[in-house]
């Protein structure tokens, strides 16, 4: 056995044996895989192997299309069969809202180059004629897609790493793993020991137990899935004696199942309700091939309607039912990357939909290893988009939601109820009484708008008009009872209460929460040298100056978004509350090794809120002894002041584009200060606000998010922050790129876009734009501009598309729309509201 590696992979799975070959495949021979069994006898060996490319992220859509065109290559490549079925797959609709999901997934398909068939009725029948067609609306195909033998398709991955150098151990299980002082890791098994380089967790349903041995709270749990094969069936036999193809495979995704073929018999999955996690301790030492006792009860509702669909599957019996684990997240998406907190220590875990995902993922992660950076934006399935409130007890009910999720309409509007509240601030309670209808991000209660009191919608605008097992189309209800959100792909309910939060905010004065921003302070002797090399743009040579400064990729691409705001003893840096885990781990693996330079997260300690309009000045005025003048206070400045008798840092910036201050208050303060605040501001129309109403005002300014318009896919030119780059400070990370990228060109532009002919359905982003009937970009984020009475939409385009004045067109929900490329910041491109003096 060898003792030393270059990189060790743990787990012999699909996913464990890919990363294995990628690894190779990059270069690296000296690499080792370590499998506790033989290969594929965890979850690898019951998977169902379908190879859905559907998926409403950006970040899985590209994996899986990986996947599906390298299985091809790799049994050319190793001459092995992997078994793959060319059969194509096939969603069905029952309902508008399940059509108009399919048609936003259309767009996403196209700007990432997944084909996409749209099916009639008829042509489903044509090619499911086994399948009844009554309650369809439609259907979309998926031409490229299919399914794929699991175990076969391991045994080809590994034949390929082998053939590459890299070596497999099987029956040799994993003990400990141990961080070397040399930073290097020691991964000590039952046949010796392995000092590596990189390790990569791939354990699958042990994913918990291998991340106990360095410390880490991994976020997955496996959920029980269940799927039944029959005995063949007449038809099917007769179709394959004729010579006629395999019917594709069937989704009917309003009732929460796929069906296919298998061995002149069907396959049935469903996805329901009350499946329940396994294994939350991990499997036992001696697991291997192991299924659980089947629950056919819990099926019923899904083999009904897949009988009332496809006939033929009621009359033979049932051969076999398989009830395995499948690994889950709380999002129901992987993790891939970098293990937060520790030095090439790397996941590859929580893939629920491992047979697809296996290819790209191992793909994505030895980039990431090998290179330093992946090549596509993981932004999606990064680690570090979970934080340390994903424990056993959270995951267990997420997880649990999120497989029975699977089907449902993912609606972007859409907020999942399970395990909320679970961080609050303190005022979280009064928003509540104002009517706050809360969103989730980071584990925090956010207020997306605000219901008028005693608002409902009515009873018979809820459900999806159809009379199927998913119908589920609106938010929990209230404490009371009351339904106040209904979710949509279109303007839901909720769209005229957004409109007057922007129109208060726009006349008068506004409050927002925004106390889950990530917060930091940075300080040391070497603490504004530092800054200066890992940012683009200078940090502020002043104390009480603020900056905005990106954080880019080797390859010019934007990481992260920090507000840097200068204080006498040090930086308080302010970055976005979801990726709070990735940007403060991503800095801290940038600190340099001599302790010239502290960093300490301070997010719970420091409370916000979000002061903005044009009477922001004179409410604030009533409660403080500060000069808020332009001459005292200007834009991008930051100062201590009191408010009434509490205290704040109040820096003078917003992401409304309106006047105002956000006051980063200690949150023990906070309540005191919102009541202050909104006594103070009553004369002057004081109201809140919520996330939709300053998205909607963001979208006006053309201002970017993160991983939206700024991803490392886009470089920091292409996403127009020139005025945020100083290439004339000296040398910072991505710097060389960014030079070489001002002196070759652009391959993308972001631009503003005004659509036309718009009635009740925005771009919301990763809608596919067209010039002359080719594509030329993708839409970014969208929404109703309320302050300029228009439909916006922000987008990367080619150069050649981008300027001012072009005509495109976007389509929206199957829909093409004219566009107009507008000047940046639609909204008082001359910021006079920002820089208003009084």
């Known amino acids: 056995m060898k003792n030393e ?213 991994v976020p997955v749990i496996p959920v029980e899935h269940q799927y039944i094969v029959t005995e063949p069936h007449p038809a099917i036999l007769e179709r394959k004696r004729q010579g006629l193809p395999e019917m594709g495979v069937l989704r009917e995704s309003d009732s929460s199942w796929y069906m296919r073929e298998e061995n002149g018999g069907l396959l049935l999955g469903p996805y329901e309700k009350g499946a329940p996690c396994c294994y939350v301790d991990g499997p036992s030492e001696d697991s291997e091939y192991e299924l659980f006792q089947e629950d056919l009860e819990r099926l019923m509702p899904h083999i009904e309607t897949a009988i009332a669909r496809v006939p033929a599957f009621g009359e033979v019996g049932i051969k076999k039912v398989y009830n395995g684990a499948i690994a889950y997240t709380p999002d129901g998406s992987p993790i891939i990357g970098p293990a937060p907190g520790l030095k090439n220590f790397w996941l590859n875990e929580g893939h629920s939909f491992g047979i697809t995902a296996a290819g790209g993922a191992g793909w994505q992660l030895a980039e990431w290893i090998v290179d330093g950076e992946p090549t596509i934006d993981m932004m999606g399935v990064d680690p570090r988009r979970f934080g340390p409130y994903a424990t056993e007890g959270y995951l267990k009910v997420k997880n649990e939601e999120a497989y029975a999720n699977v089907f449902t309409t993912h609606y972007p509007d859409e907020e999942r109820a399970a395990a909320r509240p679970l961080k609050t601030t303190p005022c979280y309670g009064r928003m509540k009484e104002l009517g706050a209808v809360f969103g989730s991000v980071y584990g925090w209660e956010r207020p997306n708008w605000f219901a008028p009191k005693g608002y409902e919608v009515p009873k018979e605008e809820l459900g999806v008009g159809a009379d199927v097992l998913l119908k589920h189309n609106h938010a929990p209800p209230l404490e009371d009872g009351r339904i106040v959100e209904k979710w949509s792909f ?112 301070i997010t719970t300690n420091w409370g916000v809120l979000v002061l903005a309009g044009p009477r922001s000045r004179d409410v604030l005025k009533k409660l403080t002894r500060a000069d808020l003048s332009n001459a005292a206070f200007p834009w991008l400045s930051g100062k201590r002041i009191n408010v009434g008798h509490a205290t704040a840092h109040a820096l003078r910036v917003n992401f409304v584009g309106e006047l105002g201050w956000e006051l980063h208050h200690p949150i023990e303060m906070q309540n005191a200060i919102f009541d202050m605040l909104m006594q103070a501001g009553e004369e002057f129309g004081i109201k809140p606000f919520g996330i939709r109403a300053m998205s909607a005002m963001a979208i006006e300014k053309s201002y970017r998010l993160i991983p939206r318009e700024l991803s490392i896919e886009y470089s920091a030119w292409e996403s127009g922050l020139d005025r945020f780059v100083n290439l004339e400070k000296g040398n910072f990370l991505g710097r060389e790129a960014l030079v070489r990228q001002r002196q070759h060109g652009l391959n993308w532009n972001f631009v503003t876009l005004e659509v036309h002919d718009v009635t009740d359905a925005d771009a919301r982003g990763s809608e596919a734009i067209y010039r002359g009937g080719r594509l030329v970009g993708r839409a970014t984020s969208g929404g109703y501009g309320w302050r300029v009475g228009k439909s916006l939409a922000l987008a990367m385009v080619r150069p050649d598309c981008a300027g001012e004045g072009t005509r495109l067109e976007i389509k929206i929900l199957g829909k093409l729309h004219p566009a107009t490329v507008i000047a940046e910041s639609p909204f008082d491109p001359d910021n006079r509201a920002l820089r208003a003096d009084g």
Not at 123 to 129: A, G, N, S
Request: aromatic share 10%; with cysteine; charged share 20%.
């Open 5 to 217: 590696a270059r990189a060790v992979v743990i787990g012999g799975g699909v996913v464990g044996v890919s990363t294995l070959y990628h690894l190779a495949r990059k270069g690296w021979s000296d690499v080792v895989l370590v499998e506790r069994r033989e290969l594929t006898s965890g979850s690898t060996w019951h998977a169902a192997g379908l190879l859905p490319l559907f998926n409403l992220s950006y970040s899985v859509g590209q994996i899986h299309k990986y996947s599906v065109k390298f299985y091809q290559e790799l049994q050319r490549e190793t001459g092995m069969n992997v078994g793959f079925t060319n059969c194509t797959n096939i969603r069905l609709a029952r309902t508008k809202d399940r059509w108009d999901e399919y048609m936003y997934y259309a767009g996403i398909a196209e700007t990432i180059g997944v084909p996409v068939n749209i099916l009639t009725p008829q042509q489903l029948k044509e090619v499911w004629p086994l399948c009844e067609t009554d309650g369809i609306l439609g259907a979309i195909q998926h031409p490229d897609d299919g399914y794929i033998q699991p175990a076969d398709l391991t045994q080809a991955l590994a034949k390929g790493a082998r053939d590459r150098g890299a070596t497999i151990y099987r029956n040799t299980t994993v003990t400990g793993i141990e961080q070397a002082p040399d930073g290097r890791w020691l991964v000590r098994t039952d046949k010796g020991d392995i000092l590596a380089d990189h390790v990569v967790s791939a354990t699958g349903n042990f994913a918990r137990k291998t991340g106990q041995m360095v410390g880490l709270d």
């Open 490 to 601: 279109r303007r839901s309910n909720y769209f005229e209460h957004v409109g007057n939060e922007v129109r208060n905010v726009h006349e008068n004065v506004g409050l927002q929460v925004m106390s889950a921003f990530a917060k930091c302070w940075v300080s040391g002797p070497g603490a504004e040298a530092w800054l200066n090399r890992i940012f683009a743009n200078r940090v502020p040579t002043r104390v009480g100056r603020i900056a905005l400064c990106h954080l880019v990729t080797r390859d010019g691409g934007v990481r992260s978004e920090f507000t840097v705001y200068r204080q006498p003893t040090g930086f308080y840096l302010v970055s976005a509350g979801a990726y709070e885990a990735h940007d403060h781990d991503t800095l801290n693996r940038l600190l340099p090794t001599d302790g010239s330079v502290r960093m300490f997260p």
